[in-house]
């Protein structure tokens, strides 16, 4: 019963914080997406589309829909990292995550590289 209590103290924790964090990697990433393909790429994708482009109300539908989505998918985040970092404590007395807010504790090249091996470790997690 106490992990049970933990948990939801360090869900309350990591919230609003993941919240926080979680949405403007999300943000970043579709904002920066949107940009190259549909303003620095579109002279060059013009001619390239498969499809007509849908009427507007039925896009902006699909794009209430989408951020409706990202953000179950940020609480989805939010949830498995909180219970999984909590259940790698208890059993083995410390996190195997990292965090660090020294830049200079890890080289540089580190950075990209523990993003990849993140996304590649998400992405086992949820094919298996």
Same mark, same amino acid.
């Given at each position: 019963?106490e992990?049970?209590?933990?948990y939801f103290?360090?869900l309350?924790?990591?919230l609003?914080p993941?919240i926080?964090?979680?949405?403007?990697?999300?943000?970043?990433?579709t904002?920066?997406?949107?940009?190259?393909?549909?303003? !620095?790429l *579109?002279?060059?994708?013009? $001619?390239?589309?498969?499809?007509?482009?849908? @009427?507007?109300?039925? =896009?902006?539908?699909?794009?209430?829909?989408?951020?409706?989505?990202?953000?179950?998918?940020?609480l989805?985040?939010?949830?498995?990292?909180?219970?999984?970092?909590?259940?790698?404590?208890?059993?083995f007395?410390q996190s195997v !995550?990292? *965090?660090?807010?020294?830049i $200079?504790?890890?080289?540089v090249?580190?950075? @990209?590289?523990?993003? =990849?091996?993140?996304?590649?470790?998400?992405?086992?997690?949820?094919?298996?």
């Open positions: 019963m992990f049970i209590g933990q103290a360090d309350t924790n990591n609003l993941g926080r964090i979680e949405g403007m990697r999300y943000l970043i990433g904002v920066g997406v949107f940009l190259v393909t549909w303003v !620095f *579109k002279p060059i994708l013009r $001619n390239r589309l498969i499809r007509k482009r849908p @009427p507007r109300k039925f =896009l902006n539908r699909q794009v209430v829909r989408e951020v409706k989505n990202s953000f179950v998918t940020i989805v985040f939010i949830l498995a990292y909180t219970f999984v970092e909590l259940s790698l404590h208890e059993i007395g !995550f990292r *965090k660090y807010t020294d $200079n504790a890890y080289p090249w580190w950075i @990209p590289v523990s993003i =990849l091996l993140f996304a590649i470790g998400l992405d086992t997690w949820f094919y298996w």
